[in-house]
């Protein structure tokens, strides 16, 4: 079974009203497989978007349902020569991203997403990027 780190880029196409029906289809099937991974991070992401009390309950309970990736504290020497590596190949990206694309390249992982710097990490690295139909 492959797992899925699905990145907050995707989870906000997925919560919007407007979002790309795509991403609402692809992770709608993904929760119902229970295949869906993300660090706690992704989960502040969505969790501090909330309009109202009402919808952080909605939200958290969607996210209720999915495995967390822990990191230990080797996990950030790691990612500083994984973000120092990026830099010297001429990628510079947020950390925010650095860390959700190690983490899924450690975990051995498909990283679904909707952000262009994630997308270069993968030119430059092992990212594995969830194939989108059509």
Known sequence: ????????????????PSGKPLFKEI?????????IVI???IKVEILRGSRSH?????LDNTLGGVRYLNVSEVF????SFFN?????????????DAYIALLAIENDVELL??????????GKTKL???????
């Open 128 to 134: 594995k990027v969830f194939k989108l139909p059509g």
């Open 84 to 96: 120092h590596d990026l830099s010297r190949k001429g990628v510079n990206v947020p950390l925010p």
């Open 113 to 122: 997403h909707y952000d262009r710097h994630l997308d270069l990490i993968a």
């Open 39 to 41: 660090p706690g991070i």
């Open 76 to 79: 950030w020497s790691r990612l």
């Open 54 to 58: 009402q919808e952080y309950q909605m």
């Open 1 to 16: 079974m492959i797992e899925v780190l699905v990145d907050s880029s995707a989870w906000l196409e997925f919560f919007k």
């Open 27 to 35: 992770i709608a099937g993904l929760i119902k497989e229970q295949v």
